[in-house]
């Protein structure tokens, strides 16, 4: 599959493969360095974004093949979305190393510069996402492929732009907890907020629309139950943003 993914799309092929390395460094600083901050260590957060960042390459990287786009569109594409993410995890460690906060902290100008700076290559990269999706929807190929393969890309990777812009409903209010303070007591790992309301959980479900709903269309193969699961995966994405908006934590 590694193979193959760099045969399909060598530049995020090789983002998925630096994020898999820079996961385990992190989870090395991990064990070695135990400073705190928020109430997690400070290399959790570095772990997750790499991960993620892995995920949402590989899988983009995957599927962008099947658009037929022109191949200077498609690198760009590739080349704008792998930049704004380097950018983006550089930022993210380099502030772990500092033992200060990524996200939300405009605790002094450096502080602020990076935490705006970020912001912007986030959504250029949503943008660029966004060119991606209109590739698959406009110009992927309908013969040759399994229709519920093929909406199920379609499907995803819209739902997981989406999911991205409503990260900037965090990025607004300075903070990803809702009624309690970041920081306090929350799930193992993803750190969710168990006390209050918390954006991350609806910004999570959404964005990994884009792994979840391929699968299910190539396992699947019926173009219905793609549609109903890419419905079902909308509603909750929106009933979790409205229930951490009224300060609730998860569960019923």
Known sequence: MLSELLRRNEVLG??????????????GLWVVDDRQLGGVNVWIKPMKFALSVMLYTA?????????????????AVSWVIALTLAYEIVCVYGQAGRGVRSHFNIGTSFD?????SMGVMIVVNMLAALVGAWDLWWTAPTAGLPAAYLWGMRLGVLIFVLAGFEGGVMGGRLQHAVGVKDGGAGL??????????????????GMHALQALPLLGYWVGSVGAVWAAAAGWVVVTAWLVVRALGGRPLGW
């Open 112 to 116: 602020a510069l990076v935490f705006s």
């Open 59 to 75: 899988t983009f990287g995957w599927i962008y093949f099947y658009a037929e786009a022109s191949a200077g569109a498609k690198s």
């Open 14 to 27: 090789w983002v998925a493969i630096g994020h898999a390395f820079l996961f385990v460094v992190a989870l």
């Open 188 to 205: 193992p790992f993803l750190n969710w907020s168990t006390e209050g309301g918390d954006l991350r959980a609806a910004h999570f479900v």
